[in-house]
């Protein structure tokens, strides 16, 4: 059975930093591209940021500078630091890894909100 476990997510002020986590299982983790993407009420869900089983990463433009993601093939699990949040930032973050169109999985999201 496939499980993405994120965690990480939290109420923080404007400028603050999280650190989300994915632990993922039931998988060969190091040949999935790993993401996150994430939803606002009201909006469509949208990547954020993507990182290859080679280590290749993408970015969404609105976050380039402030987030960073990576891996560890050791203990199976994606990271995505996040810096200098905005209130836009808020939304609920999904982990998503993808190996083709039939061999992807999501978890079940974490809620961020960044708020003074």
């Known amino acids: 059975q496939v499980q993405l476990v994120e965690s990480g997510g939290g109420l923080v002020q404007p400028g603050g930093s999280l650190r989300l986590s994915c632990a993922a299982s039931?998988?060969?983790?190091?040949?999935?591209?790993m993401g996150w993407y994430r939803q606002a009420p009201g909006k469509q869900r949208e990547l954020v940021a993507a990182i290859t089983n080679g280590g290749n990463t993408n970015y969404a433009d609105s976050v380039k500078g402030r987030l960073t993601i990576s891996r560890d093939y050791a203990k199976n699990t994606v990271y995505m630091q996040m810096n200098s949040l905005k209130p836009e930032d808020t939304a609920v973050y999904y982990c998503?890894?993808?190996?083709?169109?039939?061999?992807?999985?999501w978890g079940q999201g974490t809620q961020v909100t960044v708020s003074s």
């Open positions: 039931g998988i060969l983790f190091r040949l999935y591209t």
């Open positions: 998503y890894a993808w190996r083709s169109t039939f061999d992807d999985y």
